[in-house]
């Protein structure tokens, strides 16, 4: 039965989800009663409604065939790029934007508006031609300059080049993750801020995503928590086309995608005439819509580069379809001309912009309302709408003196924590199942559950790559600053979604416990060795790696103030002391003169220690028992924040003549930049008490002492080269 509606009406509820106690059958019969009544309808006379209803079907048909036209040519005038899924996808963008999604293309940051994420981010052609018809500030000529350099049509979606344009995709999982992240966003804020009588924050989040989106291991991860939270306002419409690069889904995808979702806790529909069907969509959209208490998977099949010579094979994915098939399909679709948009075409998108900004006004005279009835909680929701911290939040950063007990930099993270955490409400968060070690719970956090969205504390599971993207998502959504942890070691799962945290400009706070070869009996397997090296080395990117609990402090204050650069705070399992001279103030500036040994004070400087973490103590301890050398002792705890710093001030970190010792219990290189000599990991670590584990590899107070004094004679009569004259530096 199931395959009979299936068959005749392209679309199938779940049968848990019916709305009738009715048998299939039953419900058959009338559906077929139903369409003998319409044709003997078709008989009589057609109305003036009938008309106008069928020149409507007839406009919206010519503007999704319109829209497979213009995103095969934007491909085919770049000589680059895939039309394949634009032109497959074309129907479900035309209901999305013309009959549900809330938007407003003069205000793209509209706080309300519904999110769209184009998961499968290749297929942009689609998404950028929406844009401009709808009348986002993307012109034709931006059209035509699809994948040029500078362009604002790049590649793939960027959230901080296109208007209109969420969340920035391309790996694929991670649109549909983003998205997950986003509507965790909406119920927090829904939660905190709306009343009965205002909805302030109601939008829905829309993801378009195909099987490759479904084939990475991050969305089952999303999927799985986003099912957990029964994130109602979250549906996802699967691009179900049973093609990918290789050729047919079946090579390598062949399970049931509708079971392994509604495993997850989600709502799943299908939708078997997704090329034609307007209808269907429409009506599967407006069914997740209304289950406010599941996610919502709608799978939607499809023909690949639907018009094309090509359709329904790999060749029309990735390459464009030629001008000889451009041309036929134009003439088969009705169109003609090059980048010539039909007057009824754009008629009918600008309307349907027009009608979002329409809506967007409603929303403001809606605020302005609440602003009368409830002006403190309208205070607050302006002043995070407008990503401004709370007037006097760094008073509340705590500080400590040299005789204050010793901690570990992940137990001063605790306390930083604590107070931020009271006077910053925008601040949420959690950890991939390491709470108690990672010690990000605040006090007077409680969970963000299903049922307890207003919660600040995200139990992410031990799902660290989702976890990052989640973050991401909320944090393109606004009005949040949020963070998540894990063992630093276990960053390297999140890094993809790190990766992408950077290149969106998401001030995403990670943190990262357990930071060296100093946890341990964990062993290799959980000591990070390489970790530094691959956040250093990533653009737009902190990466502070505090030496105690001042500096700790200082990391936080640096992450908060930096909204659109990523941080990651490394910190430590073992205790580090409160060292003299440790500034929390000084953190901004990536490194700092700790302390200065030498006897007499004018005697001329002799060597520079330098590290970050809790190889700096060592570094101090070493400091004061070579009493016969003059010693600048420099603590490092943000390499990009000090190569922001002027020559003048790089040049006072590390003198001109003066060789330089490094120590980190990581991988050795890239401290070259600063040092002539290293103490650092070469290999993995190993099993074993702490203590064994570092004098094993050198990182003691005696080996410090023995590699001064090497590295003093080495240079004892060569030239000491100053490391940071260098043409590439600025």
Known sequence: MDRVLQYNFGYLPPRFGHTSDLPLSTLLADKRSQVVSGQANKLQKKTKSDVKEEAKANLEKRCVNYVRVLSAEIVQNANSGHPGAPMGCAPMAHVLWSRVMNFDPVDDLWINRDRFILSNGHACALLYSMLHLTGYSITLEDLQQFRQLDSITPGHPENHVTPGVEVSTGPLGQGLSNGVGLAMAQAHLAATFNRDDFQLIDNFTYVLCGDGCLQEGITSEASSLAGHLRLGKLIVLYDDNKIQIDGSTDLAFTEDVLKRYEAYGWQTLAVNDGDTSLESLHAAIERAKADTTRPSLIKVTTTIGFGSSKEGTHNVHGAPIGQGDLDNMKKNFGFSGEFCIPDDVAEFYRSCGESGTAKHIQWKAMLALYDAKYPDLAVEFRRRLNGKLPDGWKEALPSWLPTDKALATRQSSQQVLNKLVEVIPELLGGSADLTPSNLTKAKGMSDFQAKTPEGRYIRFGVREHAMAALCNGMSAYGMLRPFCATFLNFIGYALGSVRVSALSHLGVIYIATHDSIGLGEDGPTHQPIEALVNLRSTPNLLTLRPADANEVSGAYA?????????????????????????????????????????????????????????????????????????????????????????????????????????????????????????????????????????????????????????????????????????????
């Open 558 to 730: 640096v992450a908060l103030e930096n909204p659109l650069t990523p941080s990651v705070i490394a910190l430590s399992r073992q205790g580090c002391a409160n060292l003299e001279g440790s500034s929390a103030a000084a953190v901004e500036l990536g490194a700092y003169v700790l302390a200065r040994h030498a006897q007499p004070a004018e005697r001329p400087l002799q060597i520079v220690l330098v590290g970050s973490g809790s190889e700096v103590q060592e570094l101090v301890k070493a400091a004061t028992m070579l009493s016969d050398l003059s010693i600048q002792i420099v603590s490092m705890p943000c390499w990009e924040l000090f190569d922001r710093q002027s020559p003048e001030y790089r040049m006072t970190i590390f003198p001109s003549g003066v060789p330089v010792l490094a120590m980190e219990a990581l991988s050795a290189d890239g401290w070259c930049k600063y040092a002539h000599s290293v103490i650092g990991m070469r290999t993995f670590g190993a099993s074993g008490p702490a203590k064994d584990v570092q004098k094993r590899f050198g990182f003691t107070v005696e080996n410090v002492m023995l590699k001064a004094r090497e590295l003093l004679k080495y240079y004892d009569g060569r030239t000491v080269p100053n490391l940071l004259e260098r043409p590439d530096l600025p």
